[in-house]
């Protein structure tokens, strides 16, 4: 007898919950030189947000304790697929503990987590689901009242972090800066 799932079809498991891949991000210590790197792809603009701490960036956790962290978050796109790059900038953080064991490099993928509507689990729900199968929450925020996120401890299992976030009306907010430039209005 197998403990395995079955196979529903070509792109599902029984036992699948989660939503779409949205998101790759990178961990770096110089959010400017990657994203250096990153337009000499072609990919790009970026957007760019300053999160030192509160009141932009609450509700922070990291393994369950409070904690206050700050953090610069570049955002940029390519076809559906959302780029981000990480600095931390204080507190501790599970994208210091990474920088610590692996230096910089790819450090999660994110996916949707809505509230409601659409075929995914709700977000709360997926907290939960995540949990239940043995991996717990390791970092938590809520920036700008608009986007929760939450990353499990699925590094072991998978080779690499699992995060969901859920955009509270589905825009992002506007940024503090762009690089190279803004796009033409």
């Given at each position: 007898?197998?403990?395995?799932?079955?196979?529903?079809?070509?792109?599902?498991?029984s036992n699948s919950f989660l939503s779409e891949a949205i998101q790759i991000c990178v961990v770096s210590r110089d959010h400017k030189r990657t994203m250096a790197g990153m337009v000499r792809l072609g990919i790009g603009p970026w957007r760019v947000y300053h999160y030192p701490g509160a009141p932009e960036l609450k509700e922070t956790e990291y393994r369950g304790e409070d904690e206050k962290y700050g953090m610069t978050l570049a955002l940029a796109w390519t076809g559906a697929m959302m780029w981000e790059i990480v600095e931390p900038t204080g507190g501790r953080t599970i994208y210091n503990d990474f920088l610590d064991e692996h230096g910089e490099g790819i450090h999660h993928v994110a996916f949707a987590g809505r509230e409601e509507g659409g075929e995914e689990m709700p977000y709360e729900k997926q907290i939960a689901e995540f949990t239940q199968r043995g991996f717990p929450v390791i970092q938590s925020g809520l920036i700008k009242d608009v986007d929760r996120f939450h990353y499990?401890?699925?590094e072991e299992a998978t080779t690499t972090t699992f995060e969901i976030y859920n955009l509270k009306g589905g825009d992002l907010p506007e940024p503090d800066e762009w690089y190279p430039a803004a796009p033409p209005a």
């Open positions: 007898m197998s403990d395995l799932p079955s196979v529903v079809s070509d792109s599902e498991l499990f401890a699925t």
